[in-house]
């Protein structure tokens, strides 16, 4: 019944995110059709967006799947002991745009190896650092640090942005939760903060936030 539901869940998440970036496809590729004249300038933006809503669609459409694969388990996970460095030089190789927008300080001490899929880990702070990114002004400070606490590598990702009202701070790594306040003023799938919780949980750890509105 949980499989069957989800299902559902990622199927009415397909049909209702899907319809904006389709929407502005079918918008731009029309214009192009029916427009007698159209000049280089605008003829690159009408082309610039079904480029960027067809890559939204893919993106939608792959984490789906991964969603899906995750929940039930068929997903392999490469164990193997993996040092926390090594995970954040490849996180900044992956989405390196961020470094391109904010300055990003890396506070990691020597820590102890952990058995960890590392390409999987490797996603989760990506997630992590491209939401921070998202939902802080330009330029604004982000931090990633980790500690050894309590047996455990703790892994933080700080940002200086708008922050995440105490309402909802329960409620943003369920499936396909969509902010009231951001849903209107941000793109995303809202999938990347589930899919990055049920990896996390794969490695019998834990993703949580402390937030404070306006604080980051």
């Known amino acids: 019944k949980e499989s069957e539901r989800l299902r559902n869940l990622i199927l009415d998440s397909i049909t209702h995110e899907l319809r904006t970036p ?4 079918k918008g731009a590729a029309g214009a192009l059709l029916t427009m ?4 280089a300038e605008d003829q690159r933006a009408l082309l610039t967006i079904i480029d960027e809503e067809a890559d939204r669609i893919n993106q939608l459409v792959g984490q789906a ?13 490469d164990f193997r002991p993996i040092d926390i460095k090594d995970i954040v030089a490849e996180a900044q190789e992956i989405c390196a745009s961020v470094w ?10 020597a ?3 952990v058995s960890a899929d590392p390409t999987m880990i490797a996603k989760v702070l990506c997630n992590l650092l491209e939401n921070a990114a998202k939902y802080s002004e330009p330029q604004s400070p982000i931090l990633i640090s980790a500690e050894q ?3 455990m590598i703790v892994t933080s990702v700080a940002d200086r942005g708008v922050g995440i009202d105490p309402m909802e701070q329960g409620l943003i790594f369920d499936r396909l939760y969509r902010s009231r306040v951001h849903s209107q003023q941000k793109s995303g799938t809202v999938m990347g903060l589930p899919i990055s919780r049920a990896i996390i949980e794969s490695h019998q750890g834990t993703l949580t936030v402390t937030s404070q509105a306006g604080y980051g």
């Open 22 to 25: 389709l929407t502005s496809i």
């Open 36 to 39: 007698q004249t159209v000049n």
């Open 65 to 77: 799947v991964e969603m899906a694969q995750l929940e039930a388990k068929e997903v392999h996970i």
């Open 100 to 109: 391109t927008t904010h300055p990003v300080t890396i506070s990691v001490s």
């Open 111 to 113: 820590l102890p190896k």
């Open 149 to 151: 606490k309590d047996g």
